[in-house]
Every structure is written in structure tokens, then in C-alpha cells.
């Protein structure tokens, strides 16, 4: 069934993958109304943007619609070749950058804000919509229901995880008409949700702006929106043109005044353990957007360099840099809690799964709410494309963690970020960072080539081996830490810390293999670690207690 085949509330509710009761129940007896919670964001001309956010299992029926309607706008685009290069904003694949990018090194670019953009949608228009619009013709019920779900206080709100795709469907025909008068004064078009641009290197276009915007004005009222004149402008080529808060005279840039204020931001945290942001006090959620803004930026020009440079660890922007010593200052230098680094992503399954089961013996490291909720007093780290570029570290593997220690001690030509704070003199915080290795120091693996790589000295290799943990370097507190050994065996990984009982346990009538074995037999350790996590109840971890015994005294000695 396709969606516009939906003929009642009941099927819209089938389609959907929801009970028919929660939808009824949603809609008629607790009523929308009650899902949302409101708070305000500040916008660039210092007013406020009222956020109001669904919750509860109107969030997740919200969600569905979403994605439904994303499915059906993909397939109504292949079908009648509509290609979807006006709208950036709320589109899978597009940004800031990609709207920017089509006004860039231009002798003109005429921007139009439209006036109180999502209020514009109402009740009415989606539920006309949806009843009339060709590609939908949905029954009233139908049509109705959709509205119910998607609108608050009768408008679609901002917060809504449904509210950016409707506006999009219904700005559909608003694109298209735009996009024709547009074309007749050959100038460029793109929408980022209310904001119009519109570019061209055609000097005539002076002579025929007036004429130009008068058609648009008329075409935007037609549509219902209206323009607000006191944003309308147009920029010329010897001033800086600015497209969705980016620079664009001849390549894509962030602003200075943007990246100087964020730079005075971080020397202000690095030296005082704070900062400020429009005059109030700063959080470190909001320096990091703002750098992963700028970083957005970077990457953008890294991928569209055609001087045929290297863009690694190895050779970083100075932007880059910036991101990059912003990120080890929050993982390692100002960490709230002790972080965990493991050799694979399914390490980390099986260590949280042994501390919810054995959370009553390590109140240090889990507690367990009166809701049931299980909270960790430790971190345990996750590596992203961020890591793998600014830092060389794979995405699994031992030697992530080298390349990450190289950083702690300037080896292999690579910063010493430590000292780079300590210039700073930055106040390091006293939560340990824990490098979990396999224990394999008798062979040529990971955990022995490390401790041949870091130089320790034999009075620490002697610790390592008699209390299966050593501190590397005791100015940074970065702490090494090898899995305790099992009775009767040289070397083991984690998974030798499991009974036989679960390391035999079958799921589809397959067994468990470490390597990626025929699949019509086994199972690999990706299915295994996720079987642990989610039966945590039913496992022996008993095996696992040294491990996290000495986790719990690093946490309680250095926290």
C-alpha cells in the first residue's frame, strides 16, 4: 500500500505500525495538547523562538508519519523525475552548505525572509493539504488524522519531528512557481526553510530588481506567506555576501567575527574553566556546536580541494586544530567521570551489562534509580569520524589507542596536547583515563607491542604484571589498565571471562564463533555482545569481577 492508498484512521494507523487504540487514545482521550513541553531559544536578532517538543507516544507516532512521508516524497521524486534541488533545509543530504554553494562568487545575490514562516501552517492548510493536493487526495479522516498529529495549538510547531517534512510538501508548489519567475530573470533559487535566495551574474539584473521582486511579492502572497521587506536585500559583490549565516564571495567560509569569538571562547575556557556567550555564562555543549559548525565548513572545502593537497591528522587547518584540542580537552584533560577506552565496540557492551547485573557490589561505578534506571559513573568512549581524522585513530583496534597516546606524550612527530594545556595552565581534572587491552603480553599482540611502544620501564612492568594496571603518565592521569588473567590460561580477551555455560549458548540454532565464520552456523561477536547486553540477567559474570575491581579502586582513588 502506498501512503495517498489510505482510505481510514484505522489504516493510517496499520501503515504506520501503531495500535489502533494508542492512536485513538493519543488523539481523543489524553489529547495532543498534553505531549508537549515549550521552552525558547534565542534567535539572531535577540528575540526568542518558541520550541514546543513533543514527548511520550505522540513523539514516536510522530516519527513514523515522518518517516512514511519521507518514503512516499522519495518515491514520488523517482517516479516523476522531480529533482530536489531547491529546498536545503530539513532534506536528507543538504545544509547550509549545499544552499550557500549555489550563490557563491556571484555579482548578485538578492535575499527575501518570509514573515512568521511556521506559523503560516495552520490546522486548516494541512489538512487541506493532504485532501487535496494531487499526489495525496487523502480522505477527510484521513486528512484530519494527519493534522491532529502533526499540529499544536493549531499550527505546526517547531520542536515537532513531523513539522519539517509537511512544510516542505506544502512549499512544493510555492518552489516551483518561484523557481518560474526566477528562471525568467535568470537568476539562481534555493530555499533554506524561510529564507529565499537568489543569485545571478547577469549585470542587467539591476535595471529589472523592482520589476523582479514585485512578481516574487505577488507569487508569495498567492502562496499565503507574506515577505518581510526589512530583511530583504541585495548584495553586491564588493561587500561581503552572506547566504544562511555563510560567506560566499568566492568560497564557502565562516565569518571572522564568528571564528575570532570563538576563539577568544576557548582560550577564556582553557585558562579559567569558563566562558561567556551574548553575556552569560557558556556550556561546553554550545562551544562544541560552534565548532562543529566550523568544522562543517572545513570539511566541506577539504572534500572540494582541487590543489590536490592531503587532508589527515598529519596536515590540519588551523580551525581543524582547534577542533581537534577542543576534543581532547573534554575526553581527557576536563572528563566529569572516569573514561574507559576498549579495544572494540563489543567490550563495552559486555562491561555494561556486568556492571547492571552486578550494580548492588560496584555502587561506585552504577546505581540504579527507584525507577529502575541504571546510571554509570563512568565513561566509556566512542570513536567517530572525528576521531579517525583528527586524531588517526581507526574505528576499532588496539592501535586507536596508539595513536591517541602519542598525543598525551608528543611521540611520532604529533602534539603534545598535555603540555600544550599546561601552557595554559589548565586544571586537569582527576578522573583517570583507561586504556582496556586484551591481556596478551606473552605474544607479539596488541597489549605487548603497546608496552614495548610506551618504553615502560621494568619497575612498571613489574606492576603491570602484579597488579594488572600501571600509570603511564602521571601528570595527564592516564592510566593503562590489562584484563586480569583467568586461572589456568597465559592470556585471554574479554570474552574468556564468560562460563562455558554462555559461551555455548545458541541463538537461531547457531553457535558462537569469534571469527567471522560461515553464518549459517554461527554467530559473530557483534550478535553475541548485543544477546549479553540484552539478557544481562540471565549471565554469569563472576569471571568479570577482577576487571572491575580494580576499575572501582582507579575510580575511588582518583576521583
Not at 487526495?137 to 513531523?162: D, F, H, R
Not at 596488541?446 to 612492568?461: A, D, Q, S
Request: charged share 25%; proline share 3%.
Amino acid at each position: 500500500m502506498k501512503f495517498n492508498e489510505i482510505q481510514s484512521r484505522n489504516q493510517l494507523a496499520d501503515f504506520l505500525g501503531i495500535q489502533r487504540k494508542t492512536l485513538t487514545y493519543v488523539l481523543f482521550e489524553a489529547r495532543v495538547e498534553s505531549f508537549y513541553s515549550s521552552f525558547d531559544i534565542p534567535k539572531k536578532d535577540g528575540t526568542l523562538r518558541n520550541i514546543y517538543a513533543p514527548s511520550g507516544a505522540l513523539k514516536i507516532i510522530q516519527r513514523k508519519l515522518t518517516n512514511a512521508l519521507y518514503e512516499y516524497q522519495t518515491l514520488l521524486r523517482k517516479e516523476n523525475g522531480i529533482k530536489a534541488n531547491i529546498s536545503h533545509a530539513f532534506e536528507k543530504n543538504k545544509s547550509i552548505v549545499s544552499n550557500a554553494r549555489i550563490h557563491k562568487n556571484k555579482r548578485f545575490i538578492f535575499c527575501v525572509d518570509l514573515n512568521n514562516f511556521f506559523n503560516s501552517f495552520h490546522f486548516g492548510r494541512v489538512f487541506g493539504y493532504f485532501l487535496s493536493n494531487r499526489y495525496f487526495n487523502l480522505p477527510k479522516e484521513v486528512a484530519v488524522t494527519i493534522a491532529q498529529i502533526a499540529c499544536y495549538k493549531g499550527i505546526l510547531p517547531q520542536g515537532a519531528p513531523s513539522s519539517p517534512i509537511i512544510t516542505n510538501l506544502i512549499c512544493q508548489a510555492l518552489d516551483i512557481h518561484v523557481l518560474k519567475i526566477a528562471k525568467k530573470y535568470k537568476l539562481d533559487y534555493t530555499r533554506y526553510a524561510d529564507d529565499l535566495t537568489f543569485s545571478t551574474n547577469n549585470k542587467d539584473f539591476l535595471d529589472k530588481k523592482d520589476e523582479f521582486f514585485e512578481a516574487l511579492k505577488k507569487e508569495i502572497e498567492k502562496s499565503g506567506f507574506s515577505i518581510n521587506e526589512e530583511k530583504t536585500r541585495l548584495i553586491y559583490r564588493d561587500s561581503r555576501q552572506m547566504v544562511t549565516g555563510l560567506v560566499v564571495n568566492q568560497k564557502i567560509n565562516i565569518p571572522r567575527d564568528f571564528y575570532r569569538a570563538t576563539r577568544a571562547m576557548l582560550h577564556t575556557l582553557y585558562t579559567t574553566g569558563e566562558f561567556k556567550v551574548d553575556g552569560e555564562n557558556g556550556t561546553i555543549a554550545q562551544l562544541e556546536g560552534r565548532l562543529s559548525f566550523i568544522d562543517q565548513i572545513e570539511f566541506y572545502c577539504n572534500k572540494h580541494d582541487i590543489s590536490g593537497a592531503k587532508h589527515n591528522y598529519r596536515s590540519l587547518s588551523g580551525k581543524e586544530t582547534d577542533y581537534r584540542n577542543f576534543l581532547f580537552y573534554k575526553y581527557f584533560v576536563a572528563n566529569k567521570q572516569m573514561l574507559l577506552i576498549t579495544e572494540g565496540k563489543t567490550d563495552v557492551l559486555y562491561i555494561k551489562a556486568a556492571l547492571k547485573s552486578l550494580y548492588k557490589e560496584y555502587p561506585k561505578l552504577i546505581t540504579k534509580d527507584s525507577n529502575g534506571k541504571f546510571r554509570y559513573h563512568l565513561s566509556f568512549f566512542s570513536r567517530s569520524r572525528h576521531w579517525s581524522y583528527f586524531f588517526g585513530m581507526g574505528l576499532d583496534g588496539a592501535d586507536a589507542m596508539k595513536s591517541l597516546y602519542n598525543y598525551f606524550v608528543g611521540k611520532n612527530g604529533l602534539d603534545n596536547l598535555c603540555n600544550y594545556f599546561l601552557k595554559y595552565k589548565t586544571e586537569f581534572s582527576p578522573h583517570p583515563t583507561i586504556m582496556l587491552f586484551d591481556n596478551e603480553k606473552n605474544t607479539k599482540r596488541p597489549l605487548n607491542k603497546f608496552i614495548g611502544y610506551t618504553e615502560l620501564c621494568e619497575l612498571k612492568k613489574e606492576q603491570l604484571e602484579k597488579e594488572n594496571y600501571v600509570l603511564l603518565e602521571p601528570n595527564c592521569k592516564l592510566n593503562l589498565v590489562s584484563v586480569p588473567l583467568p586461572l589456568g590460561k597465559s592470556e585471554c580477551e574479554l570474552e574468556d571471562l564468560f562460563s562455558e555455560e554462555t559461551l555455548n549458548i545458541e541463538i537461531g540454532g547457531r553457535k558462537f564463533s569469534r571469527k567471522d565464520e560461515n553464518p549459517q552456523k554461527y554467530y559473530n561477536k557483534d550478535i553475541f555482545s548485543k544477546y549479553i547486553f540484552q539478557n544481562y540477567e540471565k549471565i554469569d559474570f563472576t569471571g568479570f569481577k577482577p576487571l572491575l575491581n580494580i576499575l572501582n579502586m582507579l575510580n575511588e582513588s582518583n576521583g
